[in-house]
């Protein structure tokens, strides 16, 4: 149902089946990063893919507030547990999506129709290599206006003013997962460095194009990654 999550495709490969919902929460920080794919089983689902034709830029965001419904879930490398024979990660998330768009139409007038999908932690992951820790994923829309209180009965995250690396996506739903594989896999462990570019803590942030809400076999994204302030030196 889901295949057009991107930050699910790609993330929750590693996710154990533990899953609740916690409506009317506000999320303020302080934020950790998300998980990456860990172990073989789940790298092997993936590939490696021509990211270059694709536009890059350092950009700032400031202070964003974004509602919409936040799962909270508990991250495992182990193959077994990602496994578990229950409901999917994908349908358990599918089903807050569907409240979501079932919300906007009559909130319509409060957002300015930006769908986003958002990964966060909220602590520090575990000193267990075997363990990510729990993380939160949330799809929601950008508030366009100051609202006092959080939308019953929707969740909100309020992303705090930060640095980000921006890619810029055009293409199939579908290869967002391979897309997200080859950030993490190369971008940031061989040619990031390079750059003087380093991951910082801080949500995940996928903001789609207007009028996009996720669904679409064709999509176009930007891709926010917080990243640590940059030096730059003098000649």
């Known amino acids: 149902m889901l295949r057009s999550v991107g930050l699910l495709t790609f993330i929750f ?41 694709f536009p890059m830029r350092i950009d700032s965001l400031g202070q964003l507030r974004v509602d919409g419904f936040a ?20 349908e358990k998330i ?16 409060n957002f300015d129709q930006r769908y986003v999908e958002i990964c966060f932690a909220t602590q520090a992951p575990p000193a267990d290599q075997n363990i990510d820790g729990p993380f939160h994923y ?17 969740d909100s995250v309020i992303i ?20 997200r594989f080859t950030l993490t896999e190369q971008f940031w462990q061989k040619t990031a460095p390079y750059l003087g570019l380093e991951r910082a803590n801080g949500p995940n942030i996928q903001i789609f194009a207007p009028g996009l809400k996720g669904t679409e076999e064709l999509t176009k994204l930007e891709l926010w990654t917080p990243i640590k302030p940059i030096k730059i030196w003098p000649r």
Request: proline residues 8%; aromatic residues 8%; hydrophobic residues 40%.
């Open 13 to 53: 490969i590693v996710a154990a089946c533990k899953i609740s919902y916690a409506d009317n929460n506000v999320y303020s920080g302080p934020f950790f990063m998300c998980p990456d794919a860990h172990g073989e089983e789940q790298k092997n689902l993936f590939k490696i893919i021509d990211i270059s034709r």
């Open 138 to 154: 949330m799809p929601g829309y950008i508030i366009q206006t100051a609202i006092t209180g959080v939308l019953q009965p929707m």
């Open 71 to 90: 799962a909270s879930l508990a991250a495992s490398r182990s193959a077994e547990i990602a496994a578990a024979p229950e409901p999917t990660v994908d």
């Open 160 to 179: 705090p003013e930060q640095l980000y690396h921006v890619l810029s996506y055009e293409g199939p739903t579908s290869e967002i997962g391979n897309l």
């Open 94 to 109: 599918g089903q807050e999506v569907q409240k979501l768009q079932q919300m906007a139409a009559p909130l319509g007038q």
